[in-house]
């Protein structure tokens, strides 16, 4: 393997360090998933064996729970993604439109969770879960004057993603009654295409994020036996397929780093890992490093960002590489709450 | 991610909020970010001013037009604030504004910021209230002309379709999108989607298919996008994968005339396995010539996947001999 295509940790160090402090006012759309980017550094240090010497623990986990909510009337308790709505008057207040959202919950979940109110996350968690199965991201309660709760409809869009989140939030809680798993589980089985990969809703096309947010839910919800043999064997000649040298995400696009997670993790659940080429992955990942100021990007000499760094080094570790732990591949991290 | 569009407004002679008389009784509010942040972004002042006002105008709950254009404002700084859009919508719902103004608003800003969820979400919220569907074709065609596999524009589409009914006319637009580019896998899906939800998959629709599908393998042999939807269309037929004349020929014609495509062979491999798994015609023809497929696969034709057509071979090879677990259990019986 060439110089240059050897893993870089102490620049990728760097890189996240700095995301951590600070990122440019061209990062303004961002502006509302801080709390995801904190998630991608401190799961990329963590990754990085480093996380121990992330001096400002205390203080992180402060602000994150700065984006607590615990909102019980309108029922839209979890966390923010970021303090874009925080004032000091309504600082660990209930506010209009301080609403969690269900991605913002999913990824602040990595302390001890001492100061999580549980019940109130799975309470709220309830009401985002549509009649179909799927769930939005965030959206306020309205009861009705017979008592009835009603979910705004226009509140945010729905997909894959959210099951996928809301998955992971009872598995981490360890609090299954926000979600009703037959439904979820009818809803992912209606996203398996033609191709026999999922999409993000029934009737789309099948993708690489999509197909591993649908497999992993399925697995945190104990559900991967709803899939028939037959499913499975085509659904993991899909996954390979999109192996080129690093993977894409549907077939004739780019390759791109993010994919060796998704796809991969996804193979991984399914116990067939091993049939992916590890060499002509690694090149590519490896190829997308910014030898310069560190982190990782989708292709090869372009921008690294925090989402591409911290999925293409969770797409080597699930090759298992000695510079780095090993990814707990369901909920996308390590299990990190045993080290606070 | 999108490109702040601090370097627009600026262009535009930016007076800030805190500058303007008409907002003089508005009180803005600092955004209180804790006292040891982290990833903080280092906003333009612009944005800073914008989402005091906007915390400002939240906490009263003012619902206005000078309120509406601070939404626009703030939504230009950072369309994937979704708490702007919900609060622009629940303005427009108190003012009764014109929804078809504010659709074409969301038209020019979907043209900027095609792969934000926010901006989407709007304007489905918006052809919902009123309750046309009329203009999404146009519209969605409109994006994809940019990007042909846009999976926001292609989402929003099906659902525009779905709702309003608007399958006319859509297998000719997927058809030219084909000839375009023909391994746009988003078209083929496409193509699923519209014959899955108007004739269905019967008898004289996937012979159709079948012969549009084999046309366009010939074309181009190597192109995933086409052998996939061909699997999708064998999905519908009764006789299983390995039954369809047609298709047979046709894999066969192309192997003996020398081709060697991953896909062709692949598929000609879970023929052979079907034909096991049923134990139809020459079961130990069809095991030999699965094996040497899959082996021709690892070696030559699929070698970034040669693992996977080992155990493939394998597989092959236990079937059917009494060695795997299946028969085993069907010879007890």
Do not use: P
């Given at each position: 393997m060439p110089v240059n295509l050897i893993l870089k940790p102490k620049l990728h160090k760097k890189y996240l360090y700095r995301c951590l402090q600070c990122i440019p006012s061209h990062f303004a759309s961002y502006d509302t998933t801080r709390l995801v980017l904190a998630f991608f550094a401190i799961s990329g240090l963590d990754l990085l064996k480093d996380l121990n010497n992330l001096k400002k623990q205390q203080k992180i986990i402060d602000w994150i729970y700065s984006l607590q909510v615990v909102d019980d009337k309108e029922l839209v308790s979890g966390f923010q993604g970021s303090t874009t709505l925080n004032t000091i008057e309504n600082r660990n207040q209930t506010a209009p439109y301080k609403w969690c959202h269900i991605a913002g919950t999913y990824t602040a979940l990595w302390d001890d969770l001492s100061r999580v109110n549980k019940e109130a996350i799975a309470r709220s968690l309830k009401v985002l879960q549509l009649p179909n199965g799927v769930f939005c991201a965030s959206l306020k309660v309205l009861q009705l004057p017979n008592g009835v709760f009603c979910a705004s409809k226009d509140g945010s869009e729905s997909d894959m993603r959210f099951i996928y989140c809301a998955a992971c939030i009872s598995y981490i809680i360890d609090d299954w009654s926000g979600v009703n798993i037959e439904k979820a589980t009818d809803y992912i089985l209606k996203s398996l295409t033609y191709e026999f990969g999922f999409a993000q809703a029934p009737q789309l096309e099948a993708h690489g994020g999509s197909t591993y947010c649908a497999i992993a839910s399925l697995a945190l919800m104990g559900k991967l036996s709803a899939l028939t043999e037959t499913q499975r064997k085509h659904i993991i000649r899909w996954l390979l397929n999109r192996q080129k040298d690093g993977f894409q995400g549907r077939p004739n696009k780019p390759v791109d780093t993010c994919y060796s997670f998704w796809v991969g993790a996804a193979l991984k659940i399914l116990d067939v890992f091993d049939f992916v080429d590890f060499d002509q992955n690694k090149t590519y990942v490896l190829s997308t490093q910014d030898n310069l100021y560190g982190g990782l990007s989708k292709w090869v000499d372009t921008t690294s960002d925090p989402l591409h760094t911290y999925m293409g080094l969770s797409g080597l570790s699930l090759m298992k590489y000695d510079e780095l732990e090993e990814i707990h591949f369901r909920r996308n991290t390590i299990d990190l709450s045993i080290r606070f | 991610m999108s490109d702040s569009s601090d370097e627009e407004i600026s262009q535009q002679k930016w007076v800030f909020y805190k500058d303007r008389p008409d907002w003089k009784d508005v009180e803005p509010i600092p955004q209180d970010d804790g006292e040891e942040p982290v990833v903080t972004i280092a906003y333009s002042k612009e944005f800073t001013d914008v989402y005091d006002y906007f915390r400002g105008i939240l906490k009263t709950q003012e619902k206005s037009e000078r309120a509406l254009q601070l939404t626009k404002d703030a939504a230009n700084l950072n369309p994937a604030n979704?708490?702007?859009?919900?609060?622009?919508r629940d303005i427009i719902k108190a003012l009764k504004k014109d929804l078809r103004e504010e659709l074409e608003y969301i038209r020019q800003t979907i043209r900027k910021h095609s792969k934000n969820y926010q901006v989407w979400h709007h304007r489905k919220v918006l052809v919902e209230w009123l309750n046309d569907g009329s203009e999404e074709l146009e519209f969605t065609k409109s994006i994809l002309e940019t990007d042909d596999k846009n999976y926001h524009a292609w989402q929003h589409r099906q659902w525009a379709m779905k709702t309003f009914k608007l399958y006319e006319g859509e297998l000719d637009y997927v058809d030219s999108l084909l000839q375009t580019d023909i391994r746009n896998n988003s078209a083929w899906n496409q193509r699923y989607f519209?014959?899955?939800?108007?004739?269905?998959?019967?008898?004289?629709?996937?012979?159709?298919?079948?012969?549009?599908?084999?046309?366009?393998?010939?074309?181009?042999?190597?192109?995933?996008?086409?052998?996939?939807?061909?699997?999708?269309?064998?999905?519908?037929?009764?006789?299983?994968?390995?039954?369809?004349?047609?298709v047979v020929k046709f894999c066969e014609d192309l192997y003996n005339s020398?081709?060697?495509?991953?896909?062709?062979?692949?598929?000609?491999?879970?023929?052979?396995?079907?034909?096991?798994t049923q134990g139809s015609g020459d079961v130990l023809l069809a095991r030999q010539k699965g094996i040497d497929l899959c082996k021709e696969l690892a070696s030559n034709y699929d070698t970034i996947r040669c693992k996977y057509w080992e155990y493939m071979a394998n597989t092959l090879e236990k079937k059917g001999t009494g060695t795997d677990e299946a028969c085993t259990s069907s010879t007890a019986n």
């Open positions: - | 979704y708490t702007v859009w919900q609060y622009r519209v014959v899955n939800n108007t004739t269905g998959f019967t008898d004289v629709v996937l012979s159709n298919e079948i012969d549009y599908t084999l046309n366009k393998i010939n074309i181009a042999k190597e192109n995933e996008s086409a052998w996939n939807y061909l699997r999708g269309l064998l999905l519908h037929d009764k006789e299983g994968l390995s039954k369809n004349q047609k020398g081709n060697r495509s991953a896909f062709l062979l692949a598929l000609l491999v879970d023929m052979c396995d079907e034909e096991i």
